[in-house]
């Protein structure tokens, strides 16, 4: 079983910068890919960005350029820095971890970009 832990949303005006953090625990034997989902009031929840084990890294159009993706595999932590953030991003954003094609989940941090 593998357990993840976000952290690091917040409250923040626009055009300002947060770092999320999400720690995975338990059985970790490979997490090939983490990422980072995300989903606002009213709307599906969409992928923002993926990582591989070997640092391939994809976005979604609406946060390139903006958003990094990035991950420790030592301490098994995936990181997500936003900027330039935008109220469109308030969201309830979620770790997700794949390893040997089961998904697990983290509880969510919330984001909120006041304009």
């Known amino acids: 079983q593998v357990q993840l832990v976000e952290s690091g949303g917040g409250l923040v005006q626009a055009g300002g910068s947060l770092r999320l953090s999400c720690a995975a625990s338990g059985r970790i034997d490979s997490a090939t890919v983490m990422d980072w989902y995300r989903q606002a009031p009213g709307k599906q929840r969409g992928l923002v960005a993926a990582?591989?084990?070997?640092?391939?890294?994809e976005y979604a159009d609406s946060v390139k350029g903006r958003f990094t993706v990035s991950r420790d595999n030592a301490k098994n932590t995936v990181y997500l820095q936003m900027n330039s953030l935008k109220s469109e991003d308030t969201a309830d954003y979620y770790c997700?971890?794949?390893?040997?094609?089961?998904?697990?989940w983290g509880q969510g941090t919330q984001v909120t970009v006041s304009s």
């Open positions: 997700r971890v794949v390893q040997y094609g089961n998904a697990y």
């Open positions: 990582i591989t084990d070997g640092g391939r890294t």
